[in-house]
DNA sequence: ATCCAATAAAAGGCATGATAATTATTGGTC
DNA sequence: GACCAATAATTATCATGCCTTTTATTGGAT
């Protein structure tokens, strides 16, 4: 049983860490005159990569609730970046897109992203991506559900 | 310019992780049958170890806004875990300590929150966990302002 | 003693995370 | 073709994160 020095603090340090990273990018999204959170950009990546995405695919990927997509697809409707087209053949999905503004904003904050992305990242190396993968996979590994079934 | 395989999706990698730490301990918690948030374990957790600290104290060790810490401690006064008494010396202050309850709750729920600990960390080594507070805290560090002024 | 910037906490507002309950629709089954 | 479990989305509720504003108190400057 090594104790690995103070193995209890890793629970802290993701959550001090990732919340460091969510507030610098909030910062440069509004710095830069974007009316949009965090998470509304998720959203909006995620649609204009998977165009005609249903909200709960959506959720799905992002690994939010399907209330929680519903929220923010209300906002950015609100805001005319998103639009809910109906789906061909199943009346109780929506077909997300993005609208034309939606697809201006896209281009204009993804530099921003890529550029705070780049900064958090620094100078760590490829071998250190690795590690952390890895390490952040069998952590959430170590948690998932047994899953019994399969299909 | 190596372009790391896909460093784009560290932000979501942490994020998945950690919501699925804390989903883990929350629903360890409600299972065991403790009436308690994650958060409003960390609090009263610090609160065992710092006895008597003020609430923007506590706010500053768990890196959580002050209104945060007031709704908390709110929360955690109503359910008579905690207590605030007054600080000596500056009536501004609340010096906040557990009830004995308190006290009982953080005895029971401590094995607990150890084992969702030592499930998590899993089988991953002391130079594994060497690796990763060292890219965490590169990452944190990658986003601190520089403090021009030292005091 | 008086004024004032700084501090501790609270209050209000908006956004997100999670769960439970509800509505509309679908696809099968009998 | 009526019945029913499953699915997509919404609604409601509670807790948290972050920001801004406000109140009470403090300590120092004049």
């Given at each position: 049983m090594t104790h690995h020095s103070d193995q209890r603090a890793y629970f802290f340090k993701i959550d001090t860490t990732i919340k460091k990273i969510r507030n610098a990018l909030q910062k440069r999204l509004t710095d830069s005159g974007f009316d949009l959170t965090v998470d509304q950009w998720v959203l909006i990546d995620h649609i204009f990569r998977?165009?005609?995405?249903?909200q709960n695919e959506l959720a799905e990927l992002t690994f939010k609730d399907p209330p929680t997509v519903t929220r923010i697809i209300d906002i950015l409707q609100k805001k005319g970046l998103v639009e809910r087209g109906l789906a061909i053949g199943d009346r109780r999905k929506f077909r997300l897109t993005l609208t034309d503004d939606g697809v201006a904003i896209y281009h204009a904050a993804f530099p921003v992203v890529a550029e705070i992305r780049r900064k958090g990242w620094g100078s760590l190396s490829e071998a250190d991506y690795q590690h952390f993968v890895r390490i952040m996979d069998s952590i959430y590994q170590n948690f998932a559900e047994p899953t019994g079934k399969k299909a």
């Open positions: 998977q165009n005609g995405i249903s």
